[in-house]
């Protein structure tokens, strides 16, 4: 083999190495501290039971604004909803409910969310996830009776300078 050949093939297994090497700290890499601890895990520093408490009200309050509102009192209840958001899940939530405001007058929309239970899935001293049950009426023209969902809603909080704020919403 030549030199160069021997050059190459070197190179290679190097370049190879990196590689693995890079995808190896990518994904092993040193744990975020900051991320949301499963309170199951044997290493997880949980939330003091205030906080526990306070992030299953909060998650649940989000909730109930975010998934209710009123064909006349639309702009109050999405403000509502907002002020318990993080600015990234008011940009989310004010795509959503764009459209809401002409379909909502002019069928006269009514979405009234209860909620039923709440759990708490994760939570640290600054991050939590709550898992929220949503019972949401629906009343409006065009609807004979009114409409009933029963909704579950995973609730993602940060800490936002001392405030439980929801940073996501997913419904399930």
Do not use: C, H
């Not at 190879?16 to 995808?23: N, P």
């Not at 007058?105 to 939570?123: H, N, Q, Y």
């Amino acid at each position: 083999m030549s030199a160069v050949r021997r050059a190459g093939v070197v190179l290679t297994i190097l370049v190879v190495a990196a590689a693995v090497a890079l995808v190896w700290l990518v994904r092993e890499g040193s744990p975020d501290t900051t991320s949301v601890t499963s309170a199951e895990a044997g290493d997880a520093t949980v939330a003091s039971q205030a906080v526990k408490q306070e992030v299953r009200a909060v998650a649940a309050e989000a909730a109930a604004w975010a998934y209710s509102y009123s064909w006349d009192t639309l702009a109050e209840d999405k403000a509502q909803a907002r002020a318990l958001m993080t600015a990234a899940m008011q940009t989310r939530y004010d795509r959503t409910m764009a459209g809401t405001g002409t379909t909502g007058r002019r069928d006269r929309t009514v979405v009234s969310a209860e909620v039923v239970d709440t759990a708490l899935v994760t939570a640290t001293a600054n991050a939590a996830r709550v898992l929220v049950f949503v019972n949401q009426r629906t009343t409006g023209r065009g609807l004979e009776e009114p409409l009933l969902d029963l909704d579950r809603v995973l609730v993602t909080l940060e800490d936002v300078d001392g405030a439980w704020k929801v940073s996501e919403l997913d419904a399930l």
